[in-house]
């Protein structure tokens, strides 16, 4: 039986359970974005809870949010988060429901981003982040080693656990508010959390030792992944016949000054 902390991939290296158990705020800071399918199976309705992407919960003084990218809701009839509860088991909250808000969209279209209010359910043990815990720009240079988190939709165990990954910082952001990670993700992943681990501050030599942060650091939001292309020609003719088309392996991320924009601009 599989605990609910998280299920950790890697390439090189990897976690151990216990390791990832002292650090449940990695896995505790996502839901997963669920949507409502309806099916007929031998003259009976049978509902079945679809994970389409994933949320990232993050607070200020007053309220919860959840932000995920704008591809990922836009255009979804019903909304629902899948919250971790911490007796092991999992809540499903209707965004739209008890509360009055939906997803809204940043008025720069170069943002996928969407963001919108919700209400805890009784008994989660989900862990949003501050604006105090997200990550400088500073914080965010080439080499620079994160996580990330979120539920892609192609993998499938038994408790409905985030995956955690290993990925690093492959280019400083721009004015746009995105950057560049080197971290494979696939469709599911959009909207989750980039994190910097607890660990070692070192200098930007990467040589002397300067402290050490005791909790994660938000680095930003997973909005999509740069394709690499190929073209198949024919030789007869030069046109252009095939298309392939594979996962680069570099992640584009929303800063989170730019997440944290999007959310004072929408008070």
Known sequence: MISRIAV?????TSLTAAQAARSPNWTNSVVAVCELRYRVVRESLVVDTTVVGTATLIADAKFVYAATARHV????DSVYLRFPLANGRHALAKVGGSVPYNFIFPEDTLLD???TLVV???GSDALPFDPTSFAQPGDLTPGKELRVVGFPVSVRVPDDVPFVKFGMVSAI???SGNYYIDSNVFPGNSGGAVIIPPGLVMDSLNVQELGRY???RLAGIVVGYLPYREIARSDQTGRARVEFEENSGITLIVTPQALLRFLQNRK
Not at 8 to 12: D, E, K
Not at 73 to 76: D, E, S
Request: hydrophobic share 45%.
């Open 214 to 216: 005791l909790n994660p």
């Open 173 to 175: 952001p721009d004015t």
């Open 73 to 76: 809701v836009r255009g979804l």
């Open 120 to 122: 805890m359910p009784k």
């Open 113 to 115: 981003l969407s963001l």
């Open 8 to 12: 950790i991939l890697g390439l090189c």
